[in-house]
């Protein structure tokens, strides 16, 4: 597997549209947003599907975790916020998104809680033996490429820095190649996965586990999406629905 040492060259831009503001990566694909007046929400749909881990584990679960891209921050923010036990590691290849993201998207400095590491994502599981109970990726280039973050030797390499009880989330996007993706990451994970129906964006969330994947039975999972939403305001009710459509991936 060949890593990207180097930080990429592309800029890292800002828009304001009707009390939103965005981050791009020198062109209009959003690779990140955050409503204005509530900068600790999550303001794209996909995002708020990332967090369907939550609704599969104890209240005080993750103790730990680990997202592959920062984006503006968001995932990071809403863990350190409504889950102040759990320490969160960010890999981001290019330093400006860290600048970016404390500048313009509120990114707390709590280094004892929340620590950013400038590198490749693939060379930070692989280079390391710690364990994460929530490993989260989303990780894209300004055309919507994922590169080294969609390889079965990085998969294999989340699954073994994952805890006994750990999940990992990935975002990823219909189109070409999503199948090859899927079957990827069926295979580094002994097809203990769940793929989401994608999101109206386009977007395609897939969970998988260390272990067995949990119950997604959407009415076991109610009173778990309404002690969330009750927490934090994450209303995930939409989401058990969705989840139980979520099955192993099926191909032609």
């Not at 304001?16 to 959003?30: K, Q, T």
Request: glycine share 8%; aromatic share 8%.
């Amino acid at each position: 597997m060949t890593s990207r040492k180097k930080a990429p060259r592309h800029s890292v831009d800002i828009s304001e549209e009707a009390g939103v503001r965005y981050l791009h990566f020198g062109s209009d694909w959003v690779q990140g947003a955050m409503r204005i007046a509530r900068p600790w929400s999550l303001e794209l749909d996909y995002t708020r599907e990332m967090m369907a881990g939550l609704l599969l584990r104890p209240d005080d679960w993750p103790r730990s975790a680990l997202l592959v891209g920062l984006g503006a921050g968001s995932l990071a923010k809403f863990l350190y916020r409504y889950r102040p036990d759990c320490r969160i590691t960010v890999v981001e290849i290019n330093p400006q998104v860290e600048f970016v993201a404390r500048q313009y998207f509120k990114l707390p400095d709590d280094p004892r809680r929340l620590e950013v590491v400038d590198g490749c994502g693939a060379d930070y599981l692989l280079g390391g033996d710690r364990r994460f109970d929530y490993i989260l990726v989303d990780g894209f280039d300004p055309e919507g490429r994922p590169g080294v973050l969609d390889t079965e030797p990085f998969y294999q390499a989340c699954r073994a820095r994952l805890s006994d009880t750990g999940l990992f989330c990935v975002n990823l996007l219909r189109g070409r190649g999503f199948n090859e993706s899927v079957k990827r990451i069926a295979a580094a994970f002994d097809d203990r996965l769940r793929v989401l129906p994608p999101c109206d964006s386009g977007n395609t969330i897939a969970l998988a586990g260390a272990g067995e994947m949990p119950d997604l039975d959407p009415e076991a999972l109610k009173p778990r999406a309404a002690a969330l939403k009750q927490a934090s305001k994450l209303d995930l009710n939409p989401l058990l629905k969705r989840l139980a459509e979520a099955g192993p991936p099926c191909f032609p």
